[in-house]
């Protein structure tokens, strides 16, 4: 073949249209809820675009017991929908393969839905879509913002830790000068834990510090980890 008509057939190829996610085909069909941000559409695993909810195995906590909020934003998700058809646009995949996508069932968008009933935070890091949803939902304290709990994508990252043993006899990473974590005569590290998790602990400024129930409280980093907490994960 001549090289200058190998050519001019290369340049017409990459004429083409690839498909990209902006155009790529809506899923269409009703809709298995798997948990608070994922369902099974048409046959094909779908993550809410812009979104995070609880794990389905996490727990929120009221006066110091366990609510199963996770359980309850998959039942919330699930009544929203219903029986009705969904049309999901989208958007992007995930590490795990799955479709990342926006779904609407009549021209309602259910991921903001979600948000704004308090069910799901805003996911900041993949975009600001449902971030006045958000705020409205906690000013008014609905769905999780009326108990504590992790932000869910600090409860993933703890259950990926190896439980640490938690003896009163471990000895603490050396260190010079320990900084002390004290106001109005009382120590501000934060101590988490759950029955079906890890023990954690939050400092003063990290994320989810606020937004963390203490079960203890520690004054130095050196006395969390002799009672057996790991520092939370900031990501």
């Known amino acids: 073949m001549p090289r200058a008509h190998f050519r001019f057939?290369?340049?017409?190829?990459?004429?083409?249209?690839?498909?990209?996610?902006?155009?790529?085909?809506?899923?269409?069909?009703?809709?298995?809820?798997?948990?608070?941000?994922?369902?099974?559409?048409?046959?094909?695993?779908?993550?809410?675009?812009?979104?995070?909810?609880?794990?389905?195995?996490?727990?929120?906590?009221?006066?110091?017991?366990?609510?199963?909020?996770?359980?309850?934003?998959?039942?919330?998700?699930?009544?929203?929908?219903?029986?009705?058809?969904?049309?999901?646009?989208?958007?992007?995949?995930?590490?795990?393969g799955r479709i990342v996508a926006t779904c609407r069932?009549?021209?309602?968008?259910?991921?903001?839905?979600?948000?704004?009933?308090?069910?799901?935070?805003?996911?900041?890091?993949?975009?600001?879509?449902?971030?006045a949803a958000e705020l409205r939902a906690r000013a008014a304290r609905s769905g999780i913002w009326r108990w504590d709990f992790q932000m869910p994508e600090d409860y993933r990252a703890s259950q990926q830790t190896d439980p640490q043993p938690r003896t009163a006899q471990a000895s603490p990473r050396?260190?010079?000068?320990?900084?002390?974590?004290?106001g109005n005569g009382q120590c501000l590290i934060k101590g988490n834990h759950s029955r079906r998790g890890d023990w954690i602990y939050h400092l003063p400024g990290m994320p989810y510090y606020d937004a963390t129930r203490a079960e203890a409280y520690f004054c130095t980093e050196a006395e969390a980890q002799a009672a057996g907490y790991r520092r939370a994960i900031v990501r």
């Open 9 to 96: 057939i290369l340049a017409a190829f990459a004429t083409l249209s690839i498909p990209s996610f902006g155009a790529a085909q809506v899923i269409e069909g009703p809709a298995e809820v798997i948990d608070g941000d994922s369902l099974r559409v048409a046959g094909t695993e779908v993550r809410l675009f812009g979104l995070d909810a609880p794990e389905f195995s996490q727990p929120c906590y009221s006066n110091g017991s366990e609510v199963a909020c996770g359980a309850m934003a998959k039942d919330v998700l699930a009544g929203m929908i219903g029986s009705s058809v969904l049309s999901c646009q989208p958007r992007d995949t995930d590490t795990f």
């Open 105 to 131: 069932t009549s021209g309602v968008d259910i991921g903001e839905a979600l948000v704004e009933a308090g069910w799901a935070a805003a996911f900041r890091r993949y975009g600001d879509d449902y971030v």
């Open 174 to 182: 050396p260190a010079g000068r320990a900084r002390r974590y004290e």
